[in-house]
Structures are given as structure tokens and as C-alpha cells.
């Protein structure tokens, strides 16, 4: 008997990342148990901080209940850490989202709304200590490429939100349909969660003070 597709609601605002969304998204769109929504505040056109502008499928009221959840990072994040309306939101959509997930500073986002109490997450390195200053009992990671812990998934910054999603994409379907998606993409993931040479470089962890470090 044929399933429902997974239901991912990804989150649109004002100064999004594009590459946090559509990285991810890339693979996603492959992956026939998947299907995925864009969520945006009224749903008129958003801009994200390329000032590439993305028509919602959906606006924020009008979510339904959704497999995942995935919060892009940006420079909007700056501006939604203090938005109580929109974290009120949020809490309450993930609070019945089986799994939530973020890329880059969607992470602060996710801690200031108080989804990740309890959970072990990770950021965007540069913004590291911004990011981290959210959450009463979050246990921040310098050092990962993304953190999966129980249900939240956040990876590291930007393009570490693809490597997360060949991961999640694994745990939610199979290992053969996420290497096929990656491999549709034509893209080799890190496969390994603790690869995290930007900590080091960002001062997170000590330095090996390796050429090739350098050279990143």
C-alpha cells in the first residue's frame, strides 16, 4: 500500500540564506518519500540575502502539521531572535513537528524559541558565540559539521546544511536514497558529522596550525 510522502515545511523570512534552503532543498526535491513546502509570513514574495526573492507555497498561519521542519539561517535571524510573534509561532509548529531541523544561524532561531532545550546543537562558526548566546539548557558544540541529537538536527554553517541533509535524508528514508540524491546532484558529501576544520579556523578549538588549515 502506497504511504504519504514526509511533509517538510521549510521556513522563509526576510534575509534568508539562499544556499541554506536550497542546498538542502536540491536533494530533497529527488527524494519521491519527500515532499517539500515553503513557508513565508503572508505569503508574498521574501527576499533572502542575495535579494533573490522566493514565492511561499504557504503562509506561516496556514502551515499544517509537518513530518520536519527546517530553519534557514541569514541575516534575518538577527532580527527574528527578537520577534516574539514569529517565536511564539515557531514553538508552537515544532512542538508537534516530529523532527526539526536547521542550517547555519537558524539554530539561534530554534534556541531562542526554545526548541532545543535540552539538545545538544551546533552553528555557523563566525557567529558562534552570537549563536550560542541563546538557550537556557542548550549544550553548544564548537566543533561538528552538523549535530543530530533525538529529533533536532543543526548543522554548521551554509553549505554544512547540505552534508546534514544527505544524513537526514538517510535516517528518514534509506543510506540508497540518500546516496542517490547526492549522487543525482553530483555531489560528495562529508559523511562524517565531527569533520569541522571551520572550528579551527574561527578560533572555536586549538589550532593544528596545518598548511592545509591555513590554506582553508
Not at 83 to 100: I, K, M, N, T, Y
Not at 128 to 137: I, K, M, P, Q
Not at 157 to 179: K, N, P, R, Y
Amino acid at each position: 500500500m502506497d504511504t504519504e510522502p514526509l511533509r517538510i515545511a521549510v521556513v522563509l523570512f526576510e534575509g534568508f540564506e539562499l544556499l541554506d534552503v536550497f542546498g538542502p532543498v536540491q536533494l530533497l526535491q529527488v527524494v519521491s518519500e519527500v515532499t517539500v513546502v515553503f513557508a513565508g509570513p503572508d505569503g508574498e514574495p521574501v527576499a533572502s540575502s542575495q535579494g533573490v526573492e522566493v514565492v511561499p507555497t504557504i503562509s506561516y498561519e496556514r502551515v499544517e502539521p509537518t513530518d520536519a521542519l527546517l530553519v534557514p539561517g541569514g541575516k534575518g535571524t538577527r532580527q527574528l531572535v527578537e520577534d516574539e510573534s514569529f517565536l511564539s509561532w515557531l514553538r508552537g509548529v515544532g512542538a508537534q513537528a516530529p523532527w526539526v531541523a536547521s542550517v547555519c544561524t537558524g539554530s539561534a532561531v530554534l534556541a531562542a524559541a526554545g526548541l532545543l532545550e535540552g539538545y545538544a546543537a551546533t552553528s555557523n562558526k563566525r557567529a558562534f558565540a552570537w549563536a550560542s548566546s541563546f538557550g537556557e539548557s542548550v549544550t553548544w558544540k564548537p566543533k561538528a559539521r552538523w549535530v543530530q541529537d533525538r529529533n533536532r538536527w543543526t548543522s554548521s554553517g551554509v553549505a554544512a546544511g547540505v552534508d546534514m541533509t544527505v544524513a537526514l535524508i538517510a535516517h528518514l528514508t534509506s543510506e540508497v536514497v540518500a546516496i542517490d540524491a547526492a549522487n543525482f546532484a553530483e555531489y560528495e558529501p562529508h559523511r562524517d558529522s565531527g569533520w569541522d576544520p571551520f572550528a579551527r579556523i574561527n578560533g572555536l578549538v586549538p589550532s593544528s596550525g596545518g598548511e592545509a588549515e591555513r590554506r582553508l
